[in-house]
C-alpha cells in the first residue's frame, strides 16, 4: 500500500512540473488561467530624456550648406541610408547628445533644448531655427531637416538576457520577444515584470503575455529602456517538459524499483533457503 502511494505522489509530482500548451502558447482566450486586459492601448511619440542621441540630417539644395551641417554623415548617406536596425552604423558617432540640462549642441545654433520633445517637434525646431540664421546669406535656399533617435534599446532578464536594438518607431511585446529568441521553454509568460522609467519614476508592472487581449493593452508597444524581466517556472526544477516525459521518468522509476525490489527478494529466499536459522 506504502509503494502503490509513492508512486502515486511521484507521478502527481511529475505531472504538475509539466510544461504543457496552456503554460507556452500566446494569444489564448482569457479565462480563469488567464487574465483579460482591458482596452487601454495607447501609443504616444516617443519624448525625448537625458542621455538620448540623435542623428540630424540637414538637406539643402546649396553644397555647402549640406556639407556644413552635414561634414560627418557625408554625402554617402543617402545612398547608404540608415541600418535596419536603426544605429546608423559608423554615423552614431556623429550623434548628438542630449545634456543634462536637456540639450544638445548643434553647430551655428549652439544649444538648443529638445528634452521632453518629440523628433517631429525637433525636426520643426531646427527648421525654423536654421532659416531664420540662413535667409541673411546671399542665394539662401531653404533646408529641410530629418531627426531620429539612435541607440534606443530594451533590455531582457532571464534566461535570454542581454540588452536589445529597437528596429520600428512602433515594435511590440511580441517583436520584441522574436527579436530576443521568443521566451524559453521554462521561462514564466505568465508573470512578466516590465520595469519602464516615466517622467522621472520608476514603475513595474506585471503582465500575462500569453493572453489574446494583451494586443488592446498598455503592455502591448515597447519603449525605450524598458526591462523586461522573465522568472523561470517550477517545471524547470525537475527538467520535465511534457506528460511524455513525466510518463517515462515514472515507468523508469518504477521499473528501477521493481529491479531493485527483485534483487533484494532474491538474496533474501537465497539467504534463508541456504542458511536456515536456528
Not at 161 to 189: L, N
Not at 196 to 225: A, H, L, M, Q
Given at each position: 500500500?506504502?509503494?502503490?502511494?509513492?508512486?502515486?505522489?511521484?507521478?502527481?509530482?511529475?505531472?504538475?512540473?509539466?510544461?504543457?500548451?496552456?503554460?507556452?502558447?500566446?494569444?489564448?482566450?482569457?479565462?480563469?488561467?488567464?487574465?483579460?486586459?482591458?482596452?487601454?492601448?495607447?501609443?504616444?511619440?516617443?519624448?525625448?530624456?537625458?542621455?538620448?542621441?540623435?542623428?540630424?540630417?540637414?538637406?539643402?539644395?546649396?553644397?555647402?550648406?549640406?556639407?556644413?551641417?552635414?561634414?560627418?554623415?557625408?554625402?554617402?548617406?543617402?545612398?547608404?541610408?540608415?541600418?535596419?536596425?536603426?544605429?546608423?552604423?559608423?554615423?552614431?558617432?556623429?550623434?548628438?547628445?542630449?545634456?543634462?540640462?536637456?540639450?544638445?549642441?548643434?553647430?551655428?545654433?549652439?544649444?538648443?533644448?529638445?528634452?521632453?520633445?518629440?523628433?517631429?517637434?525637433?525636426?520643426?525646431?531646427?527648421?525654423?531655427?536654421?532659416?531664420?540664421?540662413?535667409?541673411?546669406?546671399?542665394?539662401?535656399?531653404?533646408?529641410?531637416?530629418?531627426?531620429?533617435?539612435?541607440?534606443?534599446?530594451?533590455?531582457?532578464?532571464?534566461?535570454?538576457?542581454?540588452?536589445?536594438?529597437?528596429?520600428?518607431?512602433?515594435?511590440?511585446?511580441?517583436?520584441?520577444?522574436?527579436?530576443?529568441?521568443?521566451?524559453?521553454?521554462?521561462?514564466?509568460?505568465?508573470?512578466i515584470k516590465l520595469i519602464r522609467e516615466r517622467d522621472g519614476e520608476?514603475?513595474?508592472?506585471?503582465?500575462?503575455?500569453?493572453?489574446?487581449?494583451?494586443?488592446?493593452?498598455?503592455?502591448?508597444?515597447?519603449?525605450?529602456?524598458?526591462?523586461?524581466?522573465?522568472?523561470?517556472?517550477?517545471?524547470?526544477?525537475?527538467?520535465i517538459n511534457s506528460a511524455g516525459t513525466a510518463v517515462s521518468i515514472?515507468?523508469?522509476?518504477?521499473?528501477?524499483?521493481?529491479?531493485?525490489?527483485?534483487?533484494?527478494?532474491?538474496?533474501?529466499?537465497?539467504?534463508?533457503?541456504?542458511?536456515?536459522?536456528?
Amino acid at each position: 500500500m506504502k509503494v502503490n502511494s509513492l508512486f502515486l505522489a511521484i507521478i502527481a509530482i511529475a505531472l504538475a512540473s509539466c510544461v504543457t500548451s496552456k503554460k507556452v502558447n500566446y494569444m489564448q482566450e482569457p479565462d480563469r488561467q488567464i487574465p483579460s486586459y482591458a482596452d487601454t492601448l495607447t501609443f504616444e511619440d516617443y519624448r525625448l530624456r537625458t542621455g538620448d542621441r540623435l542623428f540630424i540630417y540637414v538637406y539643402s539644395l546649396d553644397e555647402k550648406i549640406t556639407k556644413m551641417y552635414n561634414a560627418g554623415a557625408g554625402s554617402n548617406y543617402q545612398m547608404r541610408g540608415r541600418g535596419s536596425n536603426n544605429e546608423y552604423s559608423s554615423y552614431d558617432l556623429y550623434s548628438y547628445l542630449v545634456d543634462d540640462n536637456g540639450n544638445i549642441q548643434f553647430p551655428t545654433l549652439g544649444d538648443v533644448y529638445v528634452k521632453d520633445m518629440t523628433t517631429r517637434d525637433v525636426k520643426l525646431a531646427l527648421e525654423d531655427q536654421l532659416g531664420k540664421l540662413l535667409r541673411e546669406i546671399p542665394g539662401y535656399k531653404l533646408v529641410s531637416v530629418e531627426v531620429n533617435v539612435v541607440r534606443r534599446t530594451f533590455s531582457i532578464i532571464g534566461q535570454q538576457s542581454g540588452k536589445y536594438t529597437i528596429t520600428k518607431e512602433k515594435m511590440t511585446i511580441f517583436e520584441a520577444i522574436a527579436q530576443a529568441g521568443d521566451i524559453a521553454e521554462f521561462g514564466d509568460r505568465s508573470q512578466i515584470k516590465l520595469i519602464r522609467e516615466r517622467d522621472g519614476e520608476t514603475i513595474i508592472k506585471t503582465f500575462d503575455v500569453r493572453s489574446k487581449d494583451i494586443v488592446n493593452s498598455e503592455f502591448y508597444y515597447i519603449e525605450p529602456n524598458d526591462i523586461l524581466y522573465i522568472r523561470q517556472i517550477k517545471g524547470r526544477a525537475f527538467g520535465i517538459n511534457s506528460a511524455g516525459t513525466a510518463v517515462s521518468i515514472v515507468a523508469s522509476t518504477i521499473s528501477f524499483g521493481v529491479f531493485v525490489y527483485t534483487i533484494v527478494n532474491t538474496g533474501i529466499n537465497h539467504v534463508q533457503k541456504h542458511y536456515p536459522s536456528k
